[in-house]
Nanobody, 126 residues
Framework: QVQLRESGPGLVKPSQTLSLTCTVS??????????WTWIRQPPGKGLEWLGVIAYDGSTYYSPSLKSRTSISRDTSKNQFSLQLSSVTPEDTAVYYC??????????????????WGQGTQVTVSS
C-alpha cells in the first residue's frame, strides 16, 4: 500500500523560499504511469494544483505559479520536493503531495488521485 508523507517547515517568512518534501513508501516514484503532484488549499478556499513530476522525471507547473515553482525528485530516497520562492501571506495553505494515475496538467477529476499525504500546514508570516 502506497503512503505519502509531507515534511518541511510550518512557518516561512515573506520573500523566502518554501521547501517541502514528500516521502513515498510502498511504491516507487518511477513506476509508470503515475504522476506525483503538489496541491494546496488556502484557508477558506478550494484546492489549487501547483505542479507535477511524472514517473519519467518530466515536470509541469501551474501557469500562475510557474515563475516561482520548482519540483524535483530524489529517486534514491523515493522522494519528491516542492520549492516555492518569494512567498507572501497568500501562499499560506495546507500543502498536499498526491499520487495521480496518468499525467495531466491541472486539477482534473478527483477520481484520478488515488493516494494523498496527510497534508502539512504552511504559514507565511513575519
Amino acid at each position: 500500500q502506497v503512503q505519502l508523507r509531507e515534511s518541511g517547515p510550518g512557518l516561512v517568512k515573506p520573500s523566502q523560499t518554501l521547501s517541502l518534501t514528500c516521502t513515498v513508501s510502498g511504491g516507487s516514484i518511477t513506476t509508470s504511469y503515475y504522476a506525483w503532484t503538489w496541491i494546496r488549499q488556502p484557508p477558506g478556499k478550494g484546492l489549487e494544483w501547483l505542479g507535477v513530476i511524472a514517473y519519467d522525471g518530466s515536470t509541469y507547473y501551474s501557469p500562475s505559479l510557474k515563475s516561482r515553482t520548482s519540483i524535483s525528485r530524489d529517486t534514491s530516497k523515493n522522494q519528491f520536493s516542492l520549492q516555492l520562492s518569494s512567498v507572501t501571506p497568500e501562499d499560506t495553505a495546507v500543502y498536499y503531495c498526491v499520487r495521480r494515475h496518468g499525467l495531466r496538467v491541472g486539477l482534473g477529476p478527483p477520481e484520478e488521485y488515488d493516494t494523498w499525504g496527510q497534508g502539512t500546514q504552511v504559514t507565511v508570516s513575519s
